[in-house]
């Protein structure tokens, strides 16, 4: 897979994170102090997760005065629900255990 | 099929030094199935409604609903693909060659970008993303 859904993959991995990026995706732009007031972590958790998914373009974010606003960017899935890459990845997977098997089935 | 909505196709095609009827076998038979598929309860019948059942996940039942539509034996096997809300067909070509088979793979009926559920709720894809390496399957 490519990095940019490898980057996606494990921004997505972490369920706090997840939590974030479908409240984000839910509810529209929040600001730290929102997202801090649900995520049930300090503020300072937060901002790292936020760093994460924003690393993986899966948020974007916006000053305005003293506080950072932050909002889903879900086009960043793309890669991740391309069905063609991951069926393609699934299926040269199979067609491997395919020809192991039919190299066992000789003995 | 009466299906108009844009769609697209994967198709893979290996070379494999091992006869069509052998190949067949591995394609039809539940326990040799099970061995490079998954685990199902495959009965080599058009019209027969069966499961591959993967491990469970959040967000995934590991389930994939499908139906046997073409048999030909050693020749070519159709199936359909039901799972998280999408229905594909997977068609199996055999061919003989000089030195074995060439096997080809079909995977039609992925919806296109452009269509509507493709873009679907995004809300729904997160659901079980975080956990996708299992739909993927050994992909290191």
């Known amino acids: ?107 | 099929m009466t299906n108009t909505a844009p769609t697209r196709s994967l198709i893979i095609e290996r070379d494999i030094p091992h006869p069509p009827e052998k190949i067949w076998r591995a394609l039809t038979q539940g326990p040799l199935i099970e061995e490079w598929l998954m685990k199902n309860d495959f009965e080599p019948v058009v019209g027969h409604r069966f499961n591959f059942r993967s491990t469970p996940v959040p967000g995934w039942n590991g389930v994939i609903d499908s139906e046997v539509l073409v048999i030909e034996p050693h020749a070519r096997l159709a199936y359909s693909w039901g799972t998280m809300g999408m229905v594909s067909v997977v068609t199996w070509t055999l061919t003989p060659t000089k030195d074995g088979t060439r096997v080809r793979m079909e995977q039609t009926g992925f919806p296109a970008e452009e269509s509507a559920s493709y873009k679907g709720a995004t809300y729904g894809w997160t659901k079980f993303i975080g956990n996708m390496e299992r739909v993927v399957g050994g992909l290191n």
């Open chain 1, 1 to 107: 897979m490519q990095a940019a859904a490898e980057n996606v993959f494990k921004a997505l991995a972490d369920p706090t994170r997840r939590a974030i990026f479908e409240h984000l995706s839910r509810d529209g732009e929040q600001t730290v102090h929102a997202l801090t007031d649900r995520a049930g972590v300090s503020q300072p958790a937060v901002s790292k997760h936020l760093g994460v998914l924003k690393n993986a373009k899966l948020v974007r974010d916006r000053r305005a005065g003293r506080e950072t606003h932050y909002r889903a960017h879900p086009k960043a899935l793309a890669p991740l629900i391309d069905w063609m890459s991951v069926y393609g990845a699934f299926w040269r997977d199979r067609f491997d255990r395919l020809e192991s098997l039919l190299k066992r089935m000789d003995q």
